[in-house]
């Protein structure tokens, strides 16, 4: 099993644009989620999802939107980027009735 | 809300004992959770506590105290390897969310 995956690896954007960071699981977990991590700082929740079609806000969900139309795919959509956005993106997944969090290896974003 | 609070940095010597502490408000949680992050690395999970007391995993345990809001994770046997950041973590009874505390970070010096 690959795990969490989670691609690009790294990316620059310029202030107004936009893009879609993917996430896929193949562990079959029904939930899914997505922090950002400031340097130094906590996970924040932005998105999470508790099936294919159910999803619902985090703490910190402006300026971002998510989507799932598959258990395997938990993608995360940058409208408008802002350097505020400028942070590591880390999706996870979860086995329903379980605690534990599989993360996926980071997207690091940089927005100038 | 919610909120956890843990020590931002801890160092100890290697071959040593160390206490990381976690204090919690929250209004219902299922479990005290505890994730382990290297530098540039993506968090990996340590251990749960759902009930009161102690859970040993090898040299890692973690502890929890529901009735004091409080819970610890302790390392043994220090190692170099184990510089790192460590999160503690809630997810609520009748939600889906987790919190992250913002992490201590130890130094292990030889």
């Known amino acids: 099993n690959a795990g969490v995956t989670q691609t690009p690896k790294f990316r620059i954007l310029k202030i107004g644009q936009s893009m879609t960071l993917q996430c896929t699981q193949d562990?079959?977990?029904?939930?899914m989620y997505w922090y950002r991590q400031d340097p130094g700082m906590g996970l924040k929740l932005i998105y999470y999802s508790v099936g294919a079609g159910i999803t619902d806000k985090g703490e910190v969900p402006n300026g971002y939107n998510v989507s799932r139309s598959t258990t395997e795919d938990f993608p995360l959509r940058l409208e408008l980027a802002a350097p505020s956005q400028t942070s590591v993106y880390f999706c996870a997944s979860m086995e329903g009735g379980q605690e534990t969090q599989y993360f996926g290896p980071g997207t690091r974003l940089l927005v100038l | 809300g919610q909120s956890l609070e843990q020590p931002s940095e801890v160092t100890a010597v290697e071959g040593a004992i160390v206490q990381i502490n976690c204090t919690y408000q929250t209004s219902g949680f299922y479990g005290l959770s505890w994730y382990q992050q290297h530098d540039g690395g993506a968090p990996t999970f340590l251990s749960y506590?759902?009930?009161?007391g102690l859970e040993e995993t090898g040299r890692f345990s973690s502890f929890l105290s529901r009735s004091d809001s409080y819970g610890y994770l302790l390392l043994q046997e220090l190692q170099m390897k184990d510089s790192a950041s460590y999160f503690c973590a809630v997810r609520n009874t009748g939600g889906f969310k987790t919190i992250f505390g913002a992490g201590t970070r130890l130094f292990v010096k030889a």
């Open positions: 562990m079959n977990h029904n939930y």
């Open positions: 506590n759902a009930l009161d």
